[in-house]
T-cell receptor, first 113, second 110 residues
């Protein structure tokens, strides 16, 4: 199974809502990532988890809160978002190591209204 | 900081060969990867170069020159399905940080 599964596929939320994005992989990868991607732009790294611990936070606003409950799951909790946060949110996983391939989920298309 | 620059758009005809360049400035460089992303899809891994030289995988080849901070992706025998965005990416930060280049949109025409 070389799949990274993200749910939901689409999400519309108001600026006062709280929602969560979920990501799951069963490849035994110990590195998991959240990226944000705007249209016609590259994926922009947000967070990296290594061995279920947050190892990189790319100065992401606190209205985005990541969580890694176990080695297969990665969540992104959203609260008080702004319309400019509307984007495709991609989850990825990879084995730890320098040249390893990252596997991406299909993403959650988020619209903040 | 880090920067990875690519041409924004490349157009080629079916059956042709196209080269997508990537120049980078980064610290703690481990290697250069290439990813393909179709509209509405997820990025998928194409290749990785840790050392100077050419790596070949089917119709795709990737080249790296560490001394020039430069790499390229070569696509041969272009097919319509190759129309997509292509990103170079570097691993830094002990290998766990994967940062993407600006991206190149490839359009393959008949």
């Amino acid at each position: 199974d070389t799949e990274v599964t993200q749910t939901p596929k689409h999400l519309v939320m108001g600026m006062t809502n709280k929602k969560s994005l979920k990501c799951e992989q069963h490849m035994g990868h110990r590195a998991m990532y959240w990226y944000k991607q705007k249209a016609k732009k590259p994926p922009e790294l947000m967070f990296v988890y290594s061995y279920e611990k947050l190892s990189i936070n790319e100065s992401v606003p606190s209205r985005f809160s990541p969580e890694c409950p176990n080695s297969s799951l990665l969540n992104l909790h959203l609260h008080a978002l702004q319309p400019e946060d509307s984007a495709l949110y991609l989850c990825a996983s990879s084995p730890l190591g320098k040249g390893t391939e990252a596997f991406f989920g299909q993403g959650t298309r988020l619209t903040v209204v | 900081g880090q920067s990875l620059e690519q041409p924004s758009e490349v157009t080629a005809v079916e059956g042709a060969i196209v080269q997508i360049n990537c120049t980078y400035q980064t610290s703690g460089f481990y290697g250069l990867s290439w990813y393909q992303q179709h509209d509405g899809g997820a990025p998928t891994f194409l290749s990785y170069n840790a050392l100077d030289g050419l790596e070949e995988t089917g119709r795709f080849s990737s080249f790296l020159s560490r001394s020039d901070s430069y790499g390229y992706l070569l696509l041969q025998e272009l097919q319509m399905k190759d129309s997509a965005s292509y990103f170079c990416a570097v691993r830094t930060g002990g290998g766990n940080k994967l940062t993407f280049g600006t991206g190149t949109q490839l359009k393959v025409e008949l």
